[in-house]
């Protein structure tokens, strides 16, 4: 069975400061794609990455940096220099073809509260 | 850039009534979904559909759901007598083709309040 666990229910940091969301995904496919959307109060659903399973380079995105792990089956989203807007519900996603049809399948989400 | 539309945004219906929640996929995609998210919880699969018919639908998918895609364009939900428990957001997805490589995109949500 495929799962996504977001440990986080909510974190919450003042402006400037650093934060990692955390990831860990389960999954009995070789080949298997890891996304991160955000949310933000007006509710739609924002892409903001996508890694296959064959690709463990790490991957930064202005503030924006992702870790993938395999060997810990992780996928850490970090946003260094917080700011204010990034306050959302940050999802992490996982799909796989053979065990998990054609569907995403989601993680809890981490809500992220960034103080000025 | 293409998107993912869907209407109405906002939905108030009575327990028991049927609505139809639409959705315009990105038009070269083929792959068609409805995600759901109750108010604080996680987004959820429901049904995806492909070449007019079902993939794969979740345990939450019962027969009071259907979908459809009536033309070349809309792709709708149909919940034919909502109960107070349907109340949530209801998401449409897109992709251009099945491999799960490919990024699903998502429509704004129709927020459903079943009262």
């Known amino acids: 069975a495929q799962k996504v666990t977001q440990a986080q229910t909510e974190i919450s940091v003042v402006e400037k400061e650093d934060v990692t969301l955390d990831c860990v995904y389960e999954?009995?496919?070789?080949?298997?794609?890891l996304f991160w959307y955000k949310q933000p109060p007006s509710g739609e659903l924002v892409f903001l990455i996508r890694?296959?399973?064959?690709?463990?380079q790490n991957e930064i995105s202005g503030r924006y940096s992702w870790n993938f792990q395999k060997s810990t089956s992780s996928f850490n989203f970090t946003i260094t220099a917080s700011q204010v807007v990034d306050s959302a519900v940050y999802f992490c996603a996982l799909s796989a073809l053979n065990t998990g049809g054609f569907k995403t399948i989601f993680g809890a989400g981490t809500r992220l509260f960034v103080k000025a | 850039e293409p998107e993912v539309t869907q209407t109405p945004s906002h939905q108030v219906t009575q327990m028991g009534q049927e609505v139809i929640l639409r959705c315009v996929p990105i038009?070269?995609?083929?792959?068609f979904y409805w995600y759901r998210q109750i108010l604080g919880q996680k987004v959820e699969f429901l049904v995806s559909?492909?070449?007019?018919?079902?993939?794969?639908k979740s345990e939450i998918f019962d027969d009071q759901f259907s979908v459809e895609r009536p033309d070349g364009s809309n792709f709708t939900l149909k919940i034919r007598s909502t109960k107070l428990e349907d109340s949530a957001m209801y998401f449409c997805?897109?992709?251009?083709?099945?491999?799960?490589?490919?990024?699903?995109?998502f429509g704004p949500g129709t927020r459903l309040l079943v009262l």
């Open positions: 997805a897109s992709r251009e083709t099945g491999s799960p490589q490919e990024t699903q995109y």
């Open positions: 038009s070269n995609h083929l792959y």
């Open positions: 890694r296959n399973s064959f690709d463990e």
């Open positions: 559909f492909y070449n007019n018919e079902i993939s794969e």
């Open positions: 999954t009995r496919d070789t080949t298997y794609y």
